[in-house]
Structure formats: C-alpha cells, structure tokens
C-alpha cells in the first residue's frame, strides 16, 4: 500500500508566501477602461469622467498593469496620470501595496505607506 504525503502541496504554498519578494513598479495610475477599453480617458483628478470610473490600475511603464487593492478609491483618484513608484508583492494582475512613491521633478516622496497606515489605523 502506498502512503500519499497530503501535506506537501500546503508546506509548499506555506514557503512560497513566505519568501514573496517585493517588486518596484514604475508607472501611472489610471483609469482600468480606459486602460483595457480606450473609453472615458480621465486627464486629470477634477475630469468628470473620474465619476464614471469605477475601478483605477496601475500601468507600468513597461505596459503591465495592475490591481491595487490595498489603496481606496479616492487614494488612487489623487494619483491620477502622475508618474508613481510603487512597491509590493504581485500575484497575478494584482499588486498588494507596502509604498507608493510620487515623482517630483527627479525625486521620488512617499505619498502612502502600508506601515503608517497600519500605525494610524491600530493606534488607540
């Protein structure tokens, strides 16, 4: 009789996820419509068509694009069509956020930060 090691496949994914590494994306935050589709293009944070986005990516400089669910809606809105640098762990189309860097000028300031969120969210 042969014995099947039912665990292996859970210690595999256990270590995987464990050692996930961080990827740094360069890139713009825009609308996923007008990303996949080319329809309702949001120019800027006080465009109309904002209104009518329900959902924002990030799109690589390298044309990849990506889910952010780790920023609200309104995070991503005031992020809109401006040169970011984000860091995370990818899975798929989705980017799990720890930073998100806005360009100014040939620098790069932290506009959101997993940590501090965290800090501000379990402060009490």
């Not at 996930?20 to 996949?36: E, F, M, N, P, W």
């Not at 986005?53 to 991503?76: H, T, W």
């Not at 640098?85 to 040939?106: A, N, T």
């Amino acid at each position: 009789m042969k014995k099947k090691n039912c665990l292996l496949p859970v210690i595999f994914t256990m270590t995987t996820s464990v050692f996930a590494q961080t990827s740094l994306v360069d890139g713009t935050i825009k609308g996923v419509r007008c990303h996949l589709y080319n329809e309702h293009c949001v120019t800027s944070t006080k465009d109309p068509h904002v209104a009518l986005e329900q959902e924002f990516v990030l799109v690589s400089n390298a044309g990849d694009y990506y889910f952010l669910p780790d920023l609200s809606r309104s995070e991503k809105v005031a992020l809109v069509n401006q040169n970011v640098r984000v860091s995370g762990e990818i899975e798929g189309k989705v980017l799990y956020v720890e930073r998100v860097d806005l360009k100014r000028g040939e620098d790069y300031s932290t506009t959101w930060d997993r940590d501090v969120r965290d800090a501000e969210l379990y402060s009490g």
